[in-house]
């Protein structure tokens, strides 16, 4: 091997080596900044050995804030992507993922169901996603999962909405991800309308 072609394997893995420790870095920083995130809650006892009025095989794609699906949320597993199976019961839904913690989203807890073309990390066909956004302690998220057979994305879609009716198609157009529904600060709304 000669002197040019080591000197360029020794960059090359040098420079690998900084991308993975920059990539650790900012993973570890993300989760320190979201170390106010409580943890998820746990599945029911009362499941245990129930049958699933809907399941189907899914991905998990991720879990971000609502209306930001760039802004994965790290801690808790919430971040990295697993397969895994959506079973939807009538007080809510659970999200097996392996390797992972089952992930419970009480029905009514959800307040936007819909269909995306992606999310962090994954990009499908146009509505290829099926996006639950739920609230997680008092932030709201957005929970991605994408069906393993195409027909049972509308399925799902469905039975979410049998188990949420309360919940809506779309985000509003100004997501308050932090205070629930209907309950922002007057400070913000004086300086919306200084704003106009």
């Known amino acids: 091997m000669s002197t040019n072609h080591l000197l360029t394997l020794i960059s090359s893995l040098v420079l690998a080596g900084l991308v993975l420790v920059l990539i650790v870095v900012g993973w570890r920083s993300r989760a320190r900044r979201q170390s106010d995130i409580p943890d998820i809650p746990e599945v029911p006892r009362e499941l245990d050995g129930e049958t699933a009025d809907f399941a189907c095989d899914v991905q998990y794609v991720c879990t971000t804030t609502a209306g930001d699906w760039l802004d994965r949320i790290a801690v808790h597993g919430l971040g990295m992507k697993a397969n ?10 659970i999200v ?8 419970w989203i009480p029905g009514e807890g959800i307040e936007v169901i819909r269909r995306e073309s ?17 609230r997680l302690g008092g932030r709201l998220v957005d929970t991605g999962l994408r069906t393993r057979t195409g027909s049972d994305t509308p399925a799902l879609i469905e039975k979410l909405r049998e188990i949420a009716p309360q919940a809506g198609d779309e985000l509003p157009a100004a997501t308050d991800t932090q205070a629930p529904a209907g309950q922002h600060d007057s400070s913000d709304a004086s300086a919306e309308e200084q704003r106009k």
């Open 84 to 93: 895994g199976q959506a079973m939807i019961y009538p007080t809510g839904l």
């Open 96 to 103: 097996t993922r392996d390797g992972a913690q089952d992930l």
């Open 118 to 134: 992606g999310m962090a990390g994954k990009f499908v066909e146009k509505g290829g996603l099926a996006v639950v956004s739920w």
